[in-house]
């Protein structure tokens, strides 16, 4: 079945610093892959997503390329903020069928000024 | 910009109660859906609802849960007979079109005691 692994939490940085939550996936053929961001008391929102290989999704300083080869979907972020204090979810979904995303367990960020 | 709301935030309930979870997607959004998330747990798979049925659903939706849309705006999960294990955080999304990512509201604590 499809299933995403991501980096256990929390991870703490400061303010600044550089950022890689990591995450891999199983799957068959070429799902799309997704990252979401949930803050403190909200719901999860779309934060980038790339739907081929080698394709590299953006948004808000924040980028993942989609590597085939090593199904991996790597977040990274080169000077992180305190807002960007939250729980990061990897998800994929599977090629020609479902559209229903497969989530990661989420990976807690927490940056200190 | 549209937002998908749910209520209540919290509820608390006795075991053994029915509980009903309310989400009012998006106006113009025709799939619906619910997960849940236990804590430290994954985001979860439910349920999908589209032309008034069910289009999809999980291993986890079994004859302890019905959704409806009883009117033209809200999405409700009912709950029967509720578990100390239903204890999670659910929440509702929504979408105009399948392939689309979804749209999710803040969530409902749900605490069984």
């Known amino acids: 079945g499809n299933s995403v692994t991501q980096m256990e939490g929390p991870v703490t940085l400061s303010e600044e610093a550089f950022l890689t939550i990591n995450c891999t996936y199983t799957a068959t053929g070429y799902p799309s892959l997704f990252w979401y961001v949930q803050y403190p008391g909200e719901g999860l929102q779309l934060l980038l997503k790339a739907t081929k290989a080698d394709d590299k999704g953006s948004n808000k300083g924040f980028e993942a390329t989609y590597r085939k080869e090593t199904t991996s979907f790597h977040l990274e972020k080169g000077s992180v903020q305190v807002s960007d204090s939250a729980v990061y979810f990897c998800a994929l979904t599977p090629p020609g069928g479902s559209y229903i995303p497969t989530f990661g367990r989420g990976t807690s960020l927490i940056v200190h000024p | 910009e549209p937002e998908v709301t749910q209520t209540p935030s919290h509820q608390v309930t006795q075991m053994g109660q029915e509980v009903i979870l309310r989400c009012v997607p998006i106006s113009n959004h025709l799939y619906f859906y619910w997960y849940r998330q236990i804590l430290g747990q994954k985001v979860e798979f439910l349920v999908s609802?589209?032309?008034?049925?069910?289009?999809?659903k999980s291993e986890i939706f079994d004859d302890q849960f019905s959704v409806e849309r009883p009117d033209g705006s809200n999405f409700t999960l009912k709950i029967r007979s509720t578990k100390l294990e239903d204890s999670a955080m659910y929440f509702c999304a929504s979408t105009r079109d399948r392939d689309q990512p979804q749209h999710f509201g803040d969530g409902t604590r749900l605490s069984i005691l």
């Open positions: 609802f589209y032309n008034n049925e069910i289009s999809e």
